[in-house]
Structures are given as structure tokens and as C-alpha cells.
């Protein structure tokens, strides 16, 4: 039975699902999980994949269909019982607008007590799973880079963002190659080989990940051999090669259904039954086994290197300019003209431009001279999205709030110039009744909608336009505080800071790679009190002792001081 519900609720949901499961005499005891599905796309294929799993694993399914760019608000569902959900019950979410803020909540009333929790990203992942805001209640996190734009990107940022639980169905689709690939190793004399051969496409996710296991597992480089033009098929794992001093084990995948195995001691060919496997039985697998798979996260770790500096995010990049202006004022005023170009300049050549504004004295004078130089750029508002690099965790009114410090002299003026609201993404508050970790995933959540997990897929490319960031007298920038441990997060975008040396303790921040993924950074700084750390960070690139120092745009990195501040630099 399939029954739809529009405009509604999370609690009158439920209170159908009773009503329904009533009507045909189901219950929920044999349920054994919650399955979340992330849809960003068709949603048919996932679904029928949950289906099938669902006779090995009786499960709650709940796809959420997001649309978060709609115009109203809202929240439409469909809920399915009875044959049309196989062995469990399904409800597909299509939120709208401004209610993608509240998914958690909205979710969470539809949980089954006591049961595991599955979250499954059929074609986007996000950039770390954990820290999602929906990931983070899962035991188990699913993803799938090879249905991902750029998968080999995806699997990297995977691997920055990987916690013990993560899994990937790229890993999952080698599970019969791996025991394989391990029966052939066995055959006598067992050795070491002295190369490794794995054929196919080298942006293949399981290609990369089965070659980051054999060399993980037999401690020789397993090379990726691409395969040429007169094979049968494109897609997957073409072949191994353990290439050993008393000869060559060969594995051929010939067809969907077989691979042939030559040994040493018989090269006549033998064929092994081993069809490419579905998507339900792909996610029949994962359901399987919730315990955390450590082994992936090992060849994760194999295939791509950590970054473990986090002024690598910084190098390669121009160095930074001085504009040394009279004082304060002049240095918010200059800052604003700039910012205001180089969005026109953004604007002209993309459709979206994304700014993200600061706090303090000066960051505060200088997004209240933004609206003017805007509209003096002839800027059109409607299309810039307006972030902030961090905020204080306090109530949404409080004076600590940089958000609070703008509404009046820059969201206000926006908006009347024609800044959508949805446009201005406030990071949340203890009002919005969650926790800070679950705030700083949400505001990560808005980012990676939008296309803010640029900088975790790859290097050399922007999503900020343009990135303001006041230095405080100790170096920090953002909440990333000198020696501080919280700043040595960087596996997601936005991150909880607790024990700040500055009041208030509790804060939500950017962190090294996103705050290093703009075009154009502008570091705002006024007062004799600051010298110091703008002459250190004029110095090399450091982070840990110099925050200050580790932040680069693109195109450019552009320091706005006055005299006083500029007083220790060397002329």
C-alpha cells in the first residue's frame, strides 16, 4: 500500500505509518536497522536496490529527497507498507527550502528504537561522513565514489575526511576479487611476488583501492596497468598479475560472469564463475556487517597520503601584498571597494559568487561598507551567497555573535537590495537546539550542498570568491587558535572548537582547507596591539604557531593594515 502526504510533518507521519501498519496487521519487530538514503538524484534505482536488500535484512527505509535551492518550504512524504516496501516499510521525505536546516530533527522522530542506523549516499558523498548531519547518528556510512563526479577525487577526500565506520561500495565490488586473488596466492610454492600487476582504468575507484590493498597486504607497489583497446569490457577490474620466480599467476576477468586463472604449474586457463555483482547485492553486503571495516580505511590510507601539515594547504600559492592605509576606517572602506570588484569581476564570468565575511572591530567596519561599494560595483546581490568563516556558539541575539554585529548595517541592506534569505548562511545556535558538534556538521552540511567541498576533492580549485578573515593579537584567524588542538582538524569542512583562549570558549569554525579554498583573500587588521603577529605572519608559512600565516587565495592574498598594525614590517 503506498499512501502520500503533502505539507505535512515528521509526527503525522508516524502517526499514518501506525495507522497503516494497523490496516494490514504489520509490525516492527522484525525490523533489524534504519536505512537512510541521501538522494541527489533518481531515486528508483537506490530504492529498489534497499527493496531487495530488505528480504536479507528487514529494515525502515527512509529516503530523503532533498530540493534545498525550492523557492517554499516544506515537506511532502510517501509511505509504503505491505508488498510495495518487500520486507520492511519505507518513507521517501521530499523536503523543500528552508526544512533541509532541520533534517536531523525531522529524521530522528522516524527512527526505529533501538536499532542500528545506516546511511547510504547512492551518488553524492559528502566531504566526511561523520561530521554530516545525518552520518554522524550512523553506525554505518555508506558511499559510492564511482557514481560520484570525480571519483578518484571523492575517494581522497574519503580518505581525509575516513572514520572507522566509513565504508564504499568501490570497496565492496572487490570483495570477490580479494578472496580470489587471495585462494591464487596460496598455490605453491607460496611467495612473495616480486611485481603486481592490477589492469584497468586508472580513475577506476576499485582499480585504485585493489591495487592499494595488494600492496597494503604483500608490502610490494602494485602497479596500474591501463588496459587497452581490444578488451571486452570497460568497467571495473580488468585483471591481477603476481608475477613470482617460479612464474606468473594470471587473473582475467573475459566476460560479466567468468575470469579465467593461469597458474604456473597450469597455463591452460581455468574459467571461475564470478558474475559482477548489483547494487543490491552490494548493499545486501554492507548491511551485513555494521562492525567498523578497518581494512578499508588501511588501503584508503595506502592509496592516498595524509596531509599531515596543514601549511600544505597554504603553499603553491602567490604571495601575499601590502595595502598600508591611514587607519582604521580607511582600511574597512579599502577592503570593501576590493571585495566588491573582484565579486563584479566573479559575477561576470559565473553565475554564483560566494563571500565569506569575518568579525571584530575592523571586519565588522568593513562589512558595513560593503553595501555601498557593492552597489557602486553594480553588483547584483541576488546572486552572491554570503558565509562566515566563524561565529561564536552563544544565544542567536547575543552581542558575541558576528552575525549580530552586520544584520543592521549589511543583511539588512542586502536583502532589501535583493539578497535572497536563503542566500545568508548564519551558523547555527544553541537556540536552534543542537549541540555545537552538531552545529558546526550542519553548517558543513550547507557548504557541501553548495559546493564547498570543492578544496576536499582536489587542489587549484576555488569556491569563495572572496575570503575575509580578521588576525587577532595572538595570530589566530577564524576559531583556529595558535597551538590550540582543534585547529589540526581538517577532515571536514566546518568543525566544534571547545576551550577557546578567547571568551566565549565554545565556537563553530572553517578549518585550513576550506578557509585555503578562495580566490582571494583579504586579512583585515587595525591597531598597534597587532603588530607583532602581522610580522610574524609576513613570515613563513607556519600554522600551528602563526595561524595568521596559513591562509592563501589563489589569485591573490591581500593584507589591508594600517600604519600601526604595519609598524614592525620591513620596509
Known amino acids: 500500500m503506498i499512501t502520500t502526504l503533502n505539507d505535512t510533518t515528521a509526527s503525522a507521519i508516524d502517526k499514518k505509518m501506525i495507522e497503516m501498519r494497523e490496516t494490514f496487521g504489520a509490525n516492527t519487530i522484525g525490523r533489524v536497522l534504519t536505512l537512510i538514503i541521501i538522494a541527489t538524484g533518481d531515486i528508483e534505482e537506490p530504492l529498489e536496490a534497499a527493496i531487495s536488500a530488505s528480504h536479507e535484512h528487514p529494515a525502515r527505509v527512509l529516503v530523503v529527497d532533498a530540493d534545498p535551492e525550492a523557492e517554499t518550504s516544506g515537506l511532502d512524504a510517501e ?3 505491505g508488498r510495495d516496501a518487500g520486507a520492511g516499510e519505507i518513507v521517501i521525505l ?3 527550502g528552508e526544512i533541509m536546516s532541520s533534517l536531523d530533527t525531522l529524521v530522528m522522530a522516524l527512527l ?9 549516499w547512492p551518488e553524492t558523498a559528502p566531504s566526511a561522513p561523520v561530521h554530516d548531519v545525518l552520518g554522524s547518528m550512523s553506525q554505518r556510512r555508506i558511499t ?5 563526479a570525480g571519483p578518484l577525487d571523492t575517494l581522497k577526500r574519503l580518505r581525509r575526511g575516513y ?3 566509513d565504508s564504499d561500495l568501490a570497496w565492496s565490488r572487490l570483495t570477490r576479487w580479494r578472496g580470489l586473488v587471495a585462494s591464487a596466492f596460496e598455490v605453491p610454492p607460496v611467495t612473495v611476488p616480486q611485481r603486481v600487476e592490477v589492469s584497468g582504468a586508472a580513475d577506476n575507484p576499485s582499480v585504485v583501492l585493489l591495487a592499494a590493498w595488494l600492496s597494503h597486504s604483500l608490502g610490494v607497489d602494485a602497479e596500474i596497468v591501463e588496459t587497452t583497446s581490444g578488451t571486452t569490457d570497460s568497467i571495473g577490474v580488468h585483471g591481477v598479475r603476481l ?3 617460479d612464474g606468473v599467476i594470471d587473473l582475467t576477468r573475459v566476460s560479466d560472469d567468468s575470469i579465467v586463472m593461469t597458474l604456473p604449474s597450469d597455463d591452460s586457463g581455468q574459467h571461475v564463475t564470478m558474475p559482477r555483482r548489483t547494487l543490491s547485492e552490494l548493499l545486501a553486503e554492507e548491511l551485513r556487517r555494521l562492525d567498523p571495516d578497518e581494512v578499508y580505511g588501511e588501503v584508503l590510507a595506502t592509496a592516498f597520503s595524509a596531509i599531515d601539515d596543514s601549511g600544505t594547504y597554504a603553499s603553491g600559492k ?3 601584498t601590502d595595502r598600508v592605509l591611514p587607519d582604521a576606517a580607511a582600511v574597512a572602506t579599502a577592503a570593501a571597494e576590493s571585495a566588491a570588484s573582484q565579486l563584479a569581476t566573479a559575477l561576470d564570468q559565473r553565475n554564483l559568487a560566494h563571500l565569506v565575511v569575518t568579525g571584530g572591530t575592523v571586519g565588522t567596519a568593513t562589512a558595513r561598507a560593503l553595501p555601498a561599494a557593492l552597489a557602486a560595483a553594480d553588483v547584483d546581490v541576488s546572486r552572491l551567497h554570503l558565509w562566515w568563516g566563524d561565529e561564536r556558539f552563544v544565544d542567536p541575539d547575543s552581542s558575541d555573535r558576528n552575525e549580530v554585529a552586520v544584520r543592521e548595517g549589511l543583511l539588512e541592506p542586502l536583502q532589501e537590495s535583493g539578497m535572497p534569505a536563503r542566500n545568508i548562511h548564519v551558523m547555527p545556535s544553541p537556540a536552534d537546539g543542537m549541540s555545537l558538534e552538531e552545529a558546526a556538521a550542519r553548517y558543513g552540511q550547507q557548504l557541501d550542498q553548495s559546493g564547498g567541498d570543492e578544496p576536499f576533492r582536489t587542489r587549484g580549485r576555488a569556491f569563495f570568491d572572496v575570503l575575509m578573515l580578521g588576525v587577532g593579537p595572538d595570530g589566530h584567524i577564524a ?7 582543534d585547529q589540526r582538524q581538517v577532515g571536514a569542512s566546518a568543525i566544534a572548537v571547545t576551550g577557546s583562549p578567547k571568551p566565549p570558549p565554545e565556537r563553530v569554525s572553517l578549518t585550513w582547507p576550506v578557509l585555503n579554498s578562495a580566490r582571494h583573500v583579504a586579512l583585515l587588521v587595525a591597531g598597534e596591539e597587532k603588530a607583532d603577529a602581522v610580522a610574524a605572519a609576513h613570515g613563513t608559512i607556519n600554522p600551528w604557531p602563526v595561524p595568521a600565516s596559513a591562509v592563501r587565495g589563489l589569485g591573490s592574498t591581500t593584507w589591508f593594515l594600517d600604519e600601526a598594525a604595519a609598524a614592525q614590517l620591513t620596509r
Do not use: M
Open 112 to 120: 526505529l528504537p533501538d536499532a542500528p542506523i545506516v546511511t547510504w
Open 144 to 148: 559510492d565514489a564511482a557514481a560520484c
Open 94 to 96: 521530499r523536503a523543500r
Open 79 to 81: 509511505i509504503r507498507v
Open 243 to 245: 608475477i613470482r620466480e
Open 163 to 165: 572514520t572507522s565506520g
Open 318 to 320: 602567490p604571495e601575499p
Open 479 to 485: 576559531s583556529l587558535f595558535p597551538e590550540h588542538p
